[in-house]
T-cell receptor, first 116, second 115 residues
């Protein structure tokens, strides 16, 4: 089974509008972390936001917020007031709490295009 | 401060050649990871170091892939007898500590093309 599932290969959003990028995850661990990264065409992975499995509040970082629904195992990224520079690939990732190296499991990504 | 750096940024190899990809993690970061990212896909885990110890190499696709981090800082990923399916971007990431809450900082990647 896939650890991270991103079902939207591509999304379009009008500039200044909000957009939600979907992510569901699969783990039997009680302790885990969920991350979103942005990968522009230059290729570098840029950390956006983190949500811990024990965090009761949804994480927010500027225009980014994470809609964490633990029972549904979903961790959707919400980008408010989209900007042209937000056009990029977005990856959801999970790091499990077992001390086995804590590798990241990534989804297949969502390509976001912001339309002027 | 300096982030994770990787070299070379681009590498073209003829099938059958050996290649070596270098990663300089953020100073003081204990954990170092290598990932392989095929075109249009998310990164896939290859191997993990905690300081100089390679604790997990379960993601290495074959025995042609070898990684080392002899002094617990710089790491090298070596691919022997390259094949066309090895063409991908190889990403290195470092993390201050182990643990689910620690983000990984990624380098710019090395794009390997095997012809």
């Amino acid at each position: 089974a896939q650890k991270i599932t991103q079902t939207q290969p591509g999304m379009f959003v009008q500039e200044k509008e909000a957009v939600t990028l979907d992510c569901t995850y699969d783990t039997s661990d009680q302790s885990y972390g969920l991350f979103w990264y942005k990968q522009p065409s230059s290729g570098e992975m840029i950390f956006l936001i983190y949500q811990g499995s024990y965090d009761e509040q949804n994480a927010t970082e500027g225009r980014y917020s994470l809609n964490f629904q633990k029972a549904r195992k979903s961790a959707n990224l919400v980008i408010s007031a989209s900007q042209l520079g937000d056009s990029a690939m977005y990856f959801c990732a999970m790091r499990e709490g077992r001390n086995t190296g804590n590798q990241f499991y990534f989804g297949t990504g969502t390509s976001l295009t912001v339309i002027p | 401060g300096a982030g994770v750096s990787q070299s070379p940024r681009y590498k073209v190899a003829k099938r059958g050649q050996d290649v070596a990809l270098r990663c300089d993690p953020i100073s003081g970061h204990v954990s170092l990871f290598w990932y392989q990212q095929a075109l249009g896909q998310g990164p896939e885990f290859l191997t993990y170091f905690q300081n100089e110890a390679q604790l997990d190499k379960s993601g290495l696709p074959s025995d042609r892939f070898f990684a080392e981090r002899p002094e617990g800082s710089v790491s090298t990923l070596k691919i022997q007898r390259t094949q066309q399916e090895d063409s991908a971007v190889y990403l290195c990431a470092s993390s201050l500590y182990n643990g689910a809450s620690y983000e990984q900082y990624f380098g710019p990647g090395t794009r390997l093309t095997v012809t």
